[in-house]
């Protein structure tokens, strides 16, 4: 059968479980699926398989993965493996207490990675959740979007999930985030929007259609407003982001250059050229949005970033930094 299969996952195991559902023998199913001597839970390729099933087929499956975990001793080494069967067979026959223990379970996920590149758990817990019209914690939906975005899932597997995940807005955990999502609340329009346009800012350069939209988002608000309140967050961020080196969550990346390129469009201030140039003092590890800052203050109007650029030149030691703030000066 022509499957999207996780990477790690056997074809030949899909087509087997294929088979059996085509055929209808659940019973040799569910043993198929319960009595396996590895620990690795089922890929994308046979939870497809499952979610496919007609309901009534589902139900049955369930009860006997139900049937099974209640028979069958704690330290029988099935693991967790009836809880992510029940998760792919789930949908429209949910039970609240599946729920809470996916739910649980993949908060122990969240506590415990930064980001998941094997553990197809991850994403049939999250989607039977969704199914069951159930919210997804916010830490997990951080997980979920760094986990998409640094390994190879297919897309098939992670859109289902992402698509209906639009809250919160940046994935806290980092200081900056958190406070920025602490804010939005009580700021009102037109921050909300602000913020999904920063988000969608490339980390290399804005284009024009980029900075007209900034400035027509921030004109009903007025510079000095705009300074006061994006300056904590950029300030908080210059001492670097969530992971355990001080690199930034790449999921709100792209908002801190957003935010970057919007410092480098208002009218000249002493503060705001600071500001940046912590971004690129500061920041514990190099990364692209170093580059960001560099090139935001190369092109504050009146080349009034130009004395910030010079004085990193004579304090940055990162070679690569360096150069940025070399062909910034020449330009």
Known sequence: MDLVTSPWESAARVDYIWELASKGDLAELSRALLLVKDSWHEGFGVTTVLRGLPETDRIALAQSFVKHAATTPADGGVGNRELVLLAAVSR?????????????????????????????????????LLDAGRHVPEAVVALLRRSALEHAWPTECVTPVLDRLRHPVLNPGEPWADALLTDLPSLGEPWPDIIDHALLAPMARPTRAWDRGALALIAPIGTKEIRQTVTPWLDLAASGGGRWDGGYDPYNLPALAGLTWLFSLLPPHPVSIRTLGDLVERAPVRTPLTGTAVRALARVPQQAGRFELERLSGRVRHKMTQRQIRKALDA
């Open 92 to 128: 429209d026959i949910v039970d609240a207490d599946w729920c809470e223990a996916w739910e649980a379970l993949l908060m122990e996920m969240a506590d415990q990675f930064w980001s998941c590149g094997i553990s197809d758990e991850l994403w049939t817990y999250s989607q039977a």
